[in-house]
């Protein structure tokens, strides 16, 4: 089959890597797409927010699947936009409806639904420029630190936490007043904070039945030590090495189950990924956030490790038959280690030569933030690329990948150093 993937980061070249390993992908393109893409499927110059020219894309190369990547195409409704129109109703796609990818979309909807649903999370409250006096006077209600949360979409950088009661109040007002984040920040939720260490849990479901892909932590803090700005990822490790047994059933339990039921109950059309943020505080699981697609990076450590077809995995979700499907986990640790532009998560340049790249052996590479210029590789974007290896704990694995960082180069070329720092 012809499948069509959305989006240009290390996400999607992880999907695109596994998916073209299965015998039923004759054919994969990719829109837009990056460097590491370009090799080994078609990349399409057409954003992943340009519906009518994924339409047209779609019916020229008879596309029978798509698959969608980020947040925003999500968020502005493909799924219902494809079930809505004549030509396009009876082809899948991976990804929640417009209503489920709210629970992205918006953190007050998510915070609705979670307490609608008596998932554990932290109370909060929510605020908008008009009312924003009362969201400074509801911080002195709360123990430092604060928390602050854009409502919309921002990228994975909306998020504050602040320790001094008056600078969260200047930044409340800074986001709803200022529109530090844009439309983004129009309202803001503010969440109590809870104190534990932080993992990904990934669910697949087809609105009935779900699948838990194996569990991931990453790395949000662009400076060693989980210090300085808030980034999109700057590594991550699978398999989370303090979740036992017992902390997943707590997970399945108490959050999964009641999320796939809760789509249910409110009538969500739901067929994809569920990234559920967790923070794990004395050995209770406590949902942070929902996300409504794979993260970035942690994809580039949960899709190696998946042994089974993920095309027919994809097959599974779209009929409805995931309760039949075997999902087989190779039993090895992954890590990926993120290269990111000088000065990212703020200014930096594109347009450096990445050099090193033949050099590399025993990990795999995940383009995001790169392109092709004149036959070389150049960087694109914040996050340039992900370097994934296996090992038999994380720590060997981080070894390998570490290596291979050291082999590469480009101009201010920046890493952590210190990936799984707190695991050890």
Not at 368 to 378: M, W
Request: with cysteine; charged share 25%.
């Amino acid at each position: 089959m012809n499948i069509l993937l959305l989006g240009s980061g290390g996400r999607e070249h992880a999907f695109a890597w596994k998916m073209i390993q299965s015998p039923l992908c004759d054919t994969l393109f990719v829109a837009p797409g990056n460097a590491g893409t370009a090799q080994i499927a078609k990349n399409i110059d057409i954003s992943a927010t340009d519906f009518e020219a994924i339409k047209a894309l779609v019916i020229k190369e008879n596309i029978e699947m798509v698959v969608v990547g980020p947040e925003d195409p999500l968020v502005k409704g493909i799924y219902d936009f494809f079930l809505n129109d004549h030509d396009l109703k009876n082809i899948p796609v991976i990804g929640p409806s417009q209503v489920g990818a709210t629970l992205e979309g918006s953190k007050e909807f998510a915070k609705e639904f979670l307490i609608k649903h008596k998932i554990p999370t932290a109370a909060y409250d929510s605020f908008t420029a008009e009312t924003v006096e009362k969201g400074c006077k509801f911080l002195e209600t709360l123990q430092p630190p604060y928390v602050l949360k854009a409502d919309g979409l921002a990228a994975g950088k909306g998020v504050l936490i602040i320790q001094d009661l008056a600078e969260a109040q200047t930044e409340l007002r800074n986001m709803l007043v200022g529109q530090k984040f844009g439309a983004a920040s129009a309202k803001v939720v503010i969440e109590e904070f809870l104190d534990g260490i932080e993992l990904s849990c990934f669910v697949l479901t087809d609105g009935k039945s779900y699948k838990i892909l194996p569990t991931a932590k990453d790395y949000k803090r662009i400076g060693e030590g989980d210090t300085g700005l808030n980034t999109g990822g700057m590594g991550a490790v699978s398999p989370v090495p303090y979740v036992d047994a017992v902390l997943m059933e707590k997970i399945e339990t108490r959050i999964v189950k009641p999320t796939i039921e809760g789509f249910q109950k409110d009538g969500i059309a739901y067929k994809g990924f569920v990234f559920i943020g967790l923070i794990n505080v004395n050995n209770e699981p406590i949902v942070i956030e929902y996300n409504v697609r794979m993260g970035d990076p942690e994809t580039e450590v949960v899709v190696p490790r998946l042994k089974s077809d993920l095309v027919e995995l994809f097959l599974a979700v779209a009929n409805e038959k995931l309760d039949e499907f075997n999902l087989e986990v190779d039993e090895r640790s992954a890590t990926t280690v993120m290269i990111v532009s000088g000065g990212y998560p703020e200014d930096f340049e594109k347009g450096k030569v990445i050099s090193g790249l033949e050099s590399v052996t025993n990990s795999i590479v995940f383009h995001a933030g790169t392109k092709l210029d004149n036959g070389n590789v150049v960087t694109n974007g914040g996050r340039v690329m992900a370097i994934t290896s296996y090992g038999d704990n994380f720590q060997e694995a981080l070894n390998k990948s570490y290596q291979n960082v050291n082999k590469l180069h480009f101009d201010k070329m920046n890493f952590r150093k210190d990936i799984g720092f707190d695991l050890i």
